[in-house]
């Protein structure tokens, strides 16, 4: 018996010799750090397996980045450090590879996803519109702005079909309307810092083509969903749920004062209750007085 | 019991039970890499039960407990055999890792493999025994027992070992 255990104590001192290695220790740590930030209220649709992906799998230069971001984030608070940061910034490369991509990670539904992107799209311009300003819009900061809109343009219309799938067309026609503004403005203002800044013509050529195509392709969607509005009137639906959603808070505010009642009737029966037993003392005293 | 419900308090626990619910996977899937994804897993799903339900009053037993359940899982994706075998290469897998471990398979691997062969309920205690090295009172929490079945398990158990050593 004694050898028995032993040898069992044996395992005990062998196992412990069995861990995480130090880097596995820490990016598992760094991913559980962002997931536990990310996602302060479960939605069940995050995978971790891409999660894990992500960090384990992607390139070198991104993996780097995730850490540095992250050190920035718990650290320093200052993880908008590169959410400034412009096309040939040393910190883009964070901005676009590892915030953006912890953003896609952690939309869940079509409808975060569409506003994601549409997001991005408004942030590429904004930048094409700073570098322009600054007089720093070339042949490379154009070809990163290009490329960027042309991904998050790309993601948004997967996006749109699946809302298009749900039938949510409300939020199809926000979204719609927010980057027709985006896009007219950035246009214009794009189109005036050309000629103040005398920014060669192909490079702000390039980057207007690409808001024209997407102003397109954006009037296509109005095209369709006012013409789906007139056919089928969704709009009438949209109020239908909202009626359907004040029946609920009538419901909700019924059900609190149906609460308020009976802690009410309670309170009075508290009451009567000591009324009764102050009554029994007094009676009680009056009796023992009494010769 | 410690209980867990910031984030801070989280990531703490991760710190100082994240080697023992991977060494727990480890000898129970054989497997450095899945072991390795079960401890993520185990963490994510912890962290999803926080945040729903505001906190978890035994962190030490809710990981082991979620671990548990996730082995099951893995053990129905994947037809366990021969684990022996493939713990036989645990060493050169975790040089692979660049992590060179004293860890001597030879010294332990009788009883190891007569563990294997025990049926689940004692084999899960000795385990959660001799490797994991939790009290009884622990192991009882984590299977939801009471402290006595667990003590006649683990009785049974060693006896049955010893029995198979003296085949």
């Not at chain 2, 036989?88 to 992590?99: A, L, Q, R, T, W």
């Amino acid at each position: 018996m004694y050898k028995i255990l032993e040898k069992l104590n044996k395992i005990n001192i062998e196992s412990k010799k069995i861990s995480l290695t130090k880097e596995e220790k820490s990016s598992v740590r760094n991913i559980l750090i962002s997931y536990s930030k990310k996602s302060p209220y479960y939605s069940g649709i995050i995978s971790s397996r891409r999660l894990f992906d992500f960090v384990f799998l992607s390139n070198k230069k991104v993996l780097i980045s995730a850490f540095i971001i992250l050190i920035l984030i718990l650290g320093t608070g200052t993880s908008y450090a590169a959410e400034g940061s412009l096309p040939g910034d040393m910190l883009y490369p964070i901005k676009v590879n590892v915030n953006e991509q912890i953003a896609h990670l952690t939309s869940f539904t079509s409808e975060s996803k569409a506003k994601l992107n549409t997001k991005i799209i408004k942030k590429r311009l904004e930048e094409a519109d700073r570098l322009a300003s600054k007089g720093k819009l070339n042949e490379v900061t154009k070809d990163k702005i290009v490329k960027g809109l042309e991904k998050a343009s790309v993601g948004l219309d997967k996006d749109l079909l699946e809302l298009i799938d749900k039938k949510d067309f409300k939020n199809i026609s926000e979204l719609n309307s927010i980057l027709k503004i985006s896009l007219d403005n950035h246009k214009k203002s794009l189109e005036e810092k050309a000629e103040e800044k005398n920014i060669k013509k192909d490079d702000i050529d390039f980057i207007l083509e690409k808001i024209n195509e997407k102003s397109e392709k954006n009037n296509r969607v109005k095209e369709d969903l006012d013409s789906f509005e007139e056919e089928s009137g969704f709009l009438e639906d949209i109020d239908y749920e909202d009626e359907e959603k004040e029946i609920r808070e009538l419901e909700i505010n019924n059900f609190e004062i149906e609460k308020e009642i009976s802690g009410l009737e309670r309170d009075k029966r508290i009451t009567e209750e000591e009324m009764l037993k102050i009554n029994r003392e007094d009676i009680r005293k009056q009796l023992k007085n009494t010769p | 019991m410690e209980t867990v419900n910031t984030n801070e308090s989280f990531i703490k626990a991760y710190d100082e039970y994240s080697d023992a619910i991977f060494r727990h996977c480890f000898f129970k899937l054989s497997n450095r890499e899945q072991a390795k994804d079960v401890v993520q897993d185990v963490f994510m799903k912890t962290w999803d039960y926080i945040s729903r339900k505001g906190e978890v009053q035994n962190i030490k037993a809710f990981l082991y407990h979620v671990a548990n359940n996730l082995i099951i899982d893995q053990y129905r994706k994947r037809k366990f055999d021969s684990s022996i075998e493939e713990m036989k290469e645990v060493g050169i897998d975790i040089v692979s890792n660049g992590h060179k471990d004293s860890f001597n398979f030879s010294e332990i691997r009788n009883i190891l493999e007569i563990i294997e062969k025990l049926e689940p309920i004692y084999k899960d205690v000795l385990i959660f025994r001799y490797v994991d090295d939790l009290s009884p009172k622990e192991i009882a929490e984590i299977l939801d027992e009471s402290e006595n079945v667990i003590s006649v398990r683990l009785n049974r158990g060693i006896k049955k070992v010893r029995e198979f050593f003296k085949e």
